[in-house]
């Protein structure tokens, strides 16, 4: 680099450039200069924020009352030692499972063929009308149905074993005796409530029609009677069960000792009355806040050019007609329902009886008004 800055080409080519640049510089700081003294008239200042007045010192709190100190409770008793469980036998070790042979390399699969492509189907032609329903046949009449023959007589279970009797359990120890219960204090008689007013009687209810008479239900045919089924054989008789061996009685339990009684809880001291809070000095008036200056107005906006038209969308093709559906043969008229019978109207609903007077409530106090917060400047 050095040795192209110091030939005499590159020389004549960096002077005309350095000697450019010192001239626009020249002429920009005579420009700026002339700009500056054409500008006489200094701006306004701008106004200064209104002085508002400081916030007045929030009174102190009231010393809270010191808290009585609790009386100590008294020990619970420890609980008796249990005795210890008898160890239980040693366990046999389990026996080692066999080696599981490998299961040998699966074959690959070979890939599966390519399926044909399926062809069109062909044009489905146009469906024949329906032909007339025949007429459908009667039910044939069921046959009558035998009566079931008589079950044999059951053979009598054999009697249970009597079951040995349970060893009577040792006496419950009795428990402690409960510390006595302070007396709750009596609460205030409650008023009697208003007697309600007598409800009136309900209107009588209309005597409901008889209904008609049904038609007489045919009597049924008698069944035949089944063959007679062959006696089934006896079973054979059951071996009489060994009597169970008798259980050893169980060992006599240790007497519980009695739990000590609770020393009585003492009255906690009562709490003295709080101080009252004195009263809070109201906030001084707020200054008006100065009205904005108004805003300049906008100019008008240039007019839009309209847009150039669409082209037309290009014609539809007609869609042709879909073939006519055959004609559907007309369905069986359905036998008229019978007539329901006429529902008696219903009896008159009995009035309701006023409700009595609810006892007005009382007015809540009024609360004092809350002081306004001082608008923060933007």
């Not at 080409?9 to 000697?19: D, H, I, Q």
């Not at 200042?45 to 100190?69: G, I, L, Q, R």
């Amino acid at each position: 680099m050095e040795t192209m800055t110091k030939s005499p080409r590159w020389r004549s080519v960096l002077t005309p450039a350095v000697m450019a640049a010192a001239l626009g510089a020249a002429a920009l700081s005579n420009a700026g200069t002339a700009y500056a003294q054409n500008l006489t008239t200094p701006h306004p200042p701008s106004p200064a924020p209104p002085a508002y007045p400081e916030h007045p010192a929030k009174p102190a709190y009231p010393a809270h009352p010191v808290k009585p100190a609790y009386p100590e409770k008294p020990a619970h008793p420890k609980q008796p030692e249990k005795a210890a469980y008898p160890d239980h036998p040693a366990k046999p070790a389990y026996p080692q499972q066999p080696v599981k042979p490998s299961y040998p390399a699966q074959p690959a699969k070979p890939a599966h063929p390519q399926k044909p492509v399926k062809p069109a189907y062909p044009a489905h032609p146009a469906k024949p009308g329906y032909p007339a329903q025949p007429a459908k046949p009667a039910y044939p009449a069921h046959p009558v149905k035998p009566a079931y023959p008589a079950h044999p007589v059951k053979p009598a279970y054999p009697q249970k074993p009597v079951k040995p009797a349970y060893p009577a359990h040792p006496a419950k120890p009795a428990y402690p005796q409960q510390p006595v219960k302070p007396a709750y204090p009596q609460q205030p008689v409650k008023p009697a409530y208003p007697e309600h007013p007598t409800k009136p009687a309900y209107p009588e209810h209309p005597t409901k029609p008889a209904y008609p008479d049904q038609p007489v239900k045919p009597a049924s045919p008698e069944k035949p009677a089944y063959p007679q089924q062959p006696v089934k054989p006896a079973y054979p008789e059951h071996p009489v069960k060994p009597a169970s061996p008798e259980k050893p009685a169980y060992p006599e339990q240790p007497v519980k000792p009695a739990y000590p009684e609770h020393p009585v809880k003492p009255a906690s001291p009562e709490k003295p009355a709080y101080p009252e809070h004195p009263t809070k000095p109201a906030y001084p008036d707020q200054p008006t806040k100065p009205a904005s200056p108004e805003k300049p107005a906008y100019p008008e906006q240039p007019v839009k050019p309209a847009s150039p038209e669409k082209p037309a969308y290009p014609e539809q093709p007609v869609k042709p007609a879909y073939p006519e559906h055959p004609v559907k043969p007309a369905s069986p008229e359905k036998p008229a329902y019978p007539e329901h019978p006429t529902k008696p109207a219903y009896p008159d609903q009995p009035v309701k009886p006023a409700y009595p007077d609810q006892p007005t409530k009382p007015d809540q106090p009024t609360k004092p008004d809350q002081p306004t917060k001082p608008d923060h400047s933007k």
